[in-house]
């Protein structure tokens, strides 16, 4: 009876201690996925997100000064009549 008894208990045990290393190993990846996207959203020299978007924003910056450019001088020709 008491084999039985210990047979249980270590069983217990075992499962106890699946389950607290499956809920380990769940947070684990969580954090492990919250690192790599912040890593994506910090700039790295040209190859995160955050770069590209710092590009883009630069490169919309000037097409609108161009634009600008562009209006002011075709207003000034209308203005101007010729």
């Not at 562009?70 to 020709?77: G, N, R, V, W």
Request: hydrophobic share 40%.
């Amino acid at each position: 009876m008491d084999l039985i008894i210990y047979l249980g208990g270590g069983s217990a045990a075992l499962l106890a201690t699946g389950a607290l290393a499956r809920g380990i190993w769940r947070i684990n990846r969580r954090i492990v996925v919250i690192v790599n996207a912040v890593q994506e959203l910090s700039p790295n020299g040209g190859r995160s997100i955050k770069d590209t978007v710092t590009r883009t924003e630069e490169k919309v910056d000037e097409t609108a000064r161009e634009l600008c450019e562009l209006k002011q001088q075709f207003d000034d020709h209308l203005s101007s009549g010729g």
